[in-house]
């Protein structure tokens, strides 16, 4: 029986500042919210800081490059001010990923074929500065063959599309699921390490779990949003439980 990877899950704490900057002050503090994460079992934090900054803000980066236990992975931007920043922290990792300042949130997939110039100098500047870098893309072949191409190590599948048309649309969802696997599939064939993330929830990650290919999720909005009902440490031990019961279940087969 072929061994299937640990999957590792990346808390996102973009939400919490969310929360934080609706007041204004510091309360709540997304640092701490990573760090009771992490004592929680998420194995990374992921904090994105956006244009506007609209919750992440310069200073959580820097706290959370400083304070956490575990990887963080800077979700950015390809451009210059955000890969001076990254270069300036030194995270583990960057994702890089598309950004529109009127989004509510990443509604897509990085265009990698379509700026494969401006991605693949980015990549080259973090990638000389010590930081592994993601690229944030749907799974798309030709995403993802243009993701070797620039030399990004790894890929995150976005999985928001599959995930809402799980609630409503079932063919809908079939296909993207389709897409996904393929995909994942794909990256691993040429190599790349593969993860995943967007929309999440404990069912559909269970679900996804079960992809051998793919070895750490990234969930943020979902957990902060069941955290307000039963406390951050519970959601995240339900969602590591679900995870491992896709995995176990995926070993058996």
Same mark, same amino acid.
């Given at each position: 029986m072929p061994t299937i990877p640990y999957l590792r899950l990346g808390v996102n704490i973009d939400h919490v500042a969310t929360i934080r900057n609706a007041r204004g002050g510091v309360h709540p503090d997304p640092v701490r919210a990573a760090m009771l994460a992490v004592a929680a079992g998420a194995d990374g934090i992921t904090a994105h800081l956006r244009e506007d900054r609209r919750h992440i803000r310069d200073e959580d980066i820097v706290r959370l490059k400083a304070e956490i236990s575990k990887p963080l992975n800077f979700e950015m931007a390809a451009t210059d001010d955000m890969i001076a920043i990254a270069v300036r922290t030194r995270p583990h990792a960057a994702c890089l990923v598309p950004e529109r300042r009127a989004e509510r949130t990443t509604e897509g997939g990085l265009d990698v074929a379509g700026q494969k110039a401006q991605i693949d100098a980015a990549t080259a500047a973090l990638k000389a500065a010590g930081?592994? =870098?993601? &690229?944030?893309? %749907?799974? /798309?072949?030709?995403?993802?063959?243009? +993701?070797?191409? @620039? $030399? +990004?190590? @790894?890929?995150?599948?976005?999985? $928001?599309?599959?995930?809402? %048309? &799980?609630?409503? /649309?079932?063919?809908?969802?079939? !296909?993207?699921?389709? !897409?996904? =696997?393929? $995909?994942? !599939?794909?990256?691993?064939? &040429? $190599? &790349?390490? =593969?993860?995943?993330?967007h929309g999440l929830d404990f069912a559909s990650a269970e679900t996804i779990a079960a992809l051998p290919e793919i070895v750490e999720l990234n969930i943020g909005h979902f957990l902060i949003g069941e955290a307000v009902y039963v406390g951050l440490e519970a959601a995240i031990g339900t969602m590591r439980a679900a995870m491992d019961r896709g995995r176990t279940g995926a070993a058996a087969r």
């Open positions: 930081i592994r =870098v993601s &690229l944030f893309i %749907a799974a /798309d072949p030709r995403q993802i063959e243009a +993701a070797k191409a @620039v $030399g +990004a190590p @790894v890929i995150e599948i976005h999985t $928001g599309a599959w995930c809402e %048309a &799980l609630a409503h /649309d079932r063919a809908a969802a079939a !296909r993207e699921w389709t !897409r996904i =696997v393929e $995909g994942a !599939r794909l990256a691993k064939r &040429l $190599g &790349l390490e =593969v993860h995943a993330g």
